[in-house]
């Protein structure tokens, strides 16, 4: 009887964890997917990301863009971000996937290339991950990049580090409220100077 106690014991203990981690398996990846300069920014004040196109790349490459796009079939961005990217020239960028738009007032737009999202944005992403489909990429910017870090929603990051310096700008997470370690998996050096820093969480 104490044997059978003891096992059932091990069961109720361990099997929850066991059937979360098989979820968690199972489960899309958020990717940070994203371009900083060498003192943590995204972009300057205002928004903009021209600051990029200053950055030579001799070698002509595309810092492995075009493996990682196929690797996602969803797009995450804050209200701010969506502007900047829709104010590009050409046509949308992220045409045939899905994309979320987070902001706190949906009436005010209207777009055919993306799915504008209030609310609880944790919830919302938590049951997004669930879903059937390919991960997910987190464009930016600082503000919904520290909100999914603080909840541990970020399952892998490639940060692409510039040879520059802006002084004033907006930075890569934004009110962060606690400390995430991180697994360093991947470093790579380009001979335009930028950097590859990948990370996943621990």
């Known amino acids: 009887m104490d044997k059978f106690l003891a096992e059932r014991h091990f069961y109720n203990l361990f099997y929850p964890l066991y059937v979360l981690r098989l979820m968690k398996g ?3 990846k958020i990717k940070l997917y994203i371009a900083i ?7 300057k004040p205002n928004g903009d990301v021209a600051w990029l196109d200053s950055i030579p790349n001799p070698d002509k490459t595309d810092y492995g863009y075009g493996e990682f796009i196929e690797s996602i079939d969803t797009t995450l961005m804050g209200r701010k971000t969506f502007k900047q990217v829709e104010s590009f020239e050409g046509p949308f960028p992220y045409q045939g996937l899905k994309n979320y738009v987070f902001t706190k007032h949906p009436e005010e737009y209207a777009s055919e290339d993306v799915e504008f999202v209030s609310g609880d944005i944790v919830s919302f992403v938590k049951e997004l991950k669930t879903k059937q489909g390919k991960d997910i990429w987190l464009i930016g910017g600082g503000q919904i990049n520290a909100l999914l870090l603080n909840h541990h929603l970020i399952d892998e990051m490639q940060i692409f580090v510039m040879p520059v310096v802006l002084g004033a700008g907006i930075p890569l997470f934004h009110s962060l409220t606690s400390e995430s370690p991180l697994n360093l998996v991947e470093t790579k050096s ?3 100077g930028v ?3 990948r990370y996943t969480y621990t």
Not at 37 to 43: H, Q, T
Request: proline content about 0%; aromatic content about 6%.
């Open 190 to 192: 380009f001979a335009s």
């Open 37 to 43: 300069s060498l003192d943590g920014k995204i972009a």
């Open 26 to 28: 199972n489960m899309r």
């Open 195 to 197: 950097v590859l820093l």
